[in-house]
Structures are given as structure tokens and as C-alpha cells.
């Protein structure tokens, strides 16, 4: 099993830049394949990014290419998701999951181990 705990998050204005930290505690975290998402109110949960055990597989939604980038460091047990030019659209909760899975999900339903979420609110 692994905890999560997201941070990082904050308000920031349009076109700003902000780097979401997801510290993992618990087995070994190289094992584990990540995952961000984003819920905004009223909308699903959706996939933001992923990325396996060796950083080998790395995705993202086509809204957010070119602007975030994910990565972890196995070493500190973490994942980041580097966000800039950062737009109203991109304000939600966001959360970091944990699966044991080889491919990287996009569905909420592969993951097994969520955070609590941390709040991205980006003013226009």
C-alpha cells in the first residue's frame, strides 16, 4: 500500500507557472506507475498525465501538450507535474494516484491509491 500527499498548488494569474509535488509514503514507490488528474466542479475527473516506473512512458491530454510536464524522482519517492502558461480552463483540484499496473492508465478506475487533492485556481 502507499499514501499520497499532494502540494503545491495555489492561485496564480493566467500565464503564470506553478509545480504540483506528490510525495509518496509507504512500499517502494519505483514499483508503482503515477497518474495526475483534475476535477473541476461539476465535471469528471479527467487525465492530465502518467508516467511508469522508469519515466519510460510519459502522456498527457492533447489541452495540456507543451505546457505540462510530469516526472518523478524515485529516489525522494515523488512525482511533479511542472505546469506553465497557465490558463483559467486549468483551475480544479488536482490529484496524484498510484497503481501497480505496467501501461499507464487514463481511466480514474486503474488507479488504486489516491491523494487528497490540492487546488490549481488560475485567474484570467
Known amino acids: 500500500q502507499v499514501q499520497l500527499v499532494e502540494s503545491g498548488g495555489g492561485l496564480v494569474q493566467a500565464g503564470g507557472s506553478l509545480r504540483l509535488s506528490c510525495a509518496a509514503s509507504?512500499?517502494?514507490?519505483?514499483?508503482?506507475?503515477m497518474g495526475w488528474f483534475r476535477q473541476a466542479p461539476g465535471e469528471e475527473r479527467e487525465f492530465v498525465a502518467g508516467i511508469n516506473w522508469n519515466s519510460g512512458s510519459l502522456y498527457s491530454t492533447d489541452s495540456v501538450k507543451g505546457r505540462f510536464t510530469i516526472s518523478r524522482d524515485n529516489a525522494k519517492n515523488t512525482m511533479y507535474l511542472q505546469m506553465n502558461s497557465l490558463k483559467p480552463e486549468d483551475t480544479a483540484l488536482y490529484y496524484c494516484?498510484?497503481?501497480?499496473?505496467?501501461?499507464?492508465?487514463?481511466?480514474?478506475?486503474?488507479?488504486?491509491?489516491w491523494g487528497q487533492g490540492t487546488q490549481v485556481t488560475v485567474s484570467s
Open positions: 509507504g512500499r517502494a514507490f519505483s514499483g508503482y506507475t
Open positions: 494516484a498510484a497503481t501497480r499496473t505496467w501501461s499507464v492508465p487514463r481511466s480514474p478506475s486503474g488507479y488504486d491509491y
